[in-house]
């Protein structure tokens, strides 16, 4: 199974159409891929957070568009990132969610994940957009991915519902600050040990919102492993993945067997 991961640089300088026309014509030259994987809010950038009103689309938007169409060209499965969702919440009130797109190699949005985990406490994302609560996960054919979105990297309790679900490639776009870079690594390392699972996890590059961005997309393989790392630039991160060595780590070393479910609180 081929997957790209494309680490973009979100330069604020860099109209938003032109953007979008660019990272569509890096998707198109994916094709042969299995998997195309964009960061989280490229867009916008993950840290732009006077702008997230302003760049919010609807599912059917002018970002999901061009995914679609880019994703249909290349014929491949398309994880287009993150998007700031103009949507409702549970009364009807509008709100805005960080909502990653999974597109089917014919260009039909097949799910949408909203971010559970939102950033910054008491600031930025954590007060500007309202969080999503469904696992998600969605079977590609060759593998089932389970998708969960930067700050949810922190939070295996996530990643555990996703292995439940049967997830065997962890997707995790990402707007990754540089100064915790080594989170990054790690994080991305602990949970592929932890699930025994792939997990892609793609950042991006440039420097927005004064937050320089860490860069190093991994790809980590079912035992911890780094298949393919990048550097701090914009680059597309490519690796040949077999996911049936997911069930084979699974069996050879069967972790997630001794599991004990209800341990009592303390
Ligand atoms: N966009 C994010 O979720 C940033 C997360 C982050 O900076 C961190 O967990 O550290």
């Known amino acids: 199974m081929r997957v790209s991961l494309i680490q973009i640089d ?33 867009p916008v950038g993950a840290f732009a957070f006077d702008e997230f009103a302003a760049s919010a689309e609807p599912l ?26 103009r949507g409702t919440d ?7 969610y960080n909502t990653s797109l999974l597109f089917a190699p014919d260009g039909t949005l097949r799910r949408a994940y909203r971010k559970i985990h939102r950033f910054g406490f008491d600031k930025g994302e954590a007060t500007l957009m309202a969080a999503g609560h469904e696992i ?7 593998a089932t991915v389970g998708l969960a979105t930067c700050y949810d990297l ?6 555990r519902l996703l292995v439940d679900a049967g997830a065997e490639l962890l997707v995790v776009p990402a707007g990754w600050p540089a100064r915790r870079r080594a989170h990054w690594s ?15 996890a793609c950042g991006t590059a440039g420097t927005h919102a004064g937050v320089e961005q ?15 790392e990048a550097g701090p630039a914009e680059q597309v991160l490519s690796a040949d993945l077999d996911p ?8 050879d070393f069967p972790v997630l067997r001794d599991r004990v479910l209800g341990l009592p609180t303390p």
Do not use: C, K
Not at 12 to 36: I, K, S
Not at 216 to 222: A, G, H, K, M
Not at 244 to 251: G, H, I, Q, S
């Open 10 to 42: 979100v330069n604020p300088d860099e109209p938003g159409q032109v953007r979008r026309e660019r990272v569509a014509a890096l998707v198109r030259a994916e094709r042969g891929a299995d998997l195309v994987v964009l960061p989280e809010l490229w």
């Open 60 to 85: 059917d938007g002018p970002t999901a568009t061009a995914m679609s169409a880019a994703a249909r060209d290349a014929g491949v499965w398309l994880h287009a990132g993150s998007v700031v969702e």
């Open 90 to 96: 549970g009364s009807g009130a509008e709100a805005l």
């Open 136 to 142: 998600v996960t969605e079977d590609l054919g060759p």
């Open 154 to 159: 922190r939070f295996p309790e996530q990643f």
């Open 186 to 200: 790690l994080l991305a390392r602990a949970r592929a040990v932890e699930s025994q699972a792939y997990v892609l």
């Open 214 to 228: 860490a860069g190093y997309s991994v790809i980590v393989d079912p035992w911890g492993e780094v298949v393919a």
């Open 244 to 251: 049936a060595r997911v069930a084979t780590t699974r069996a």
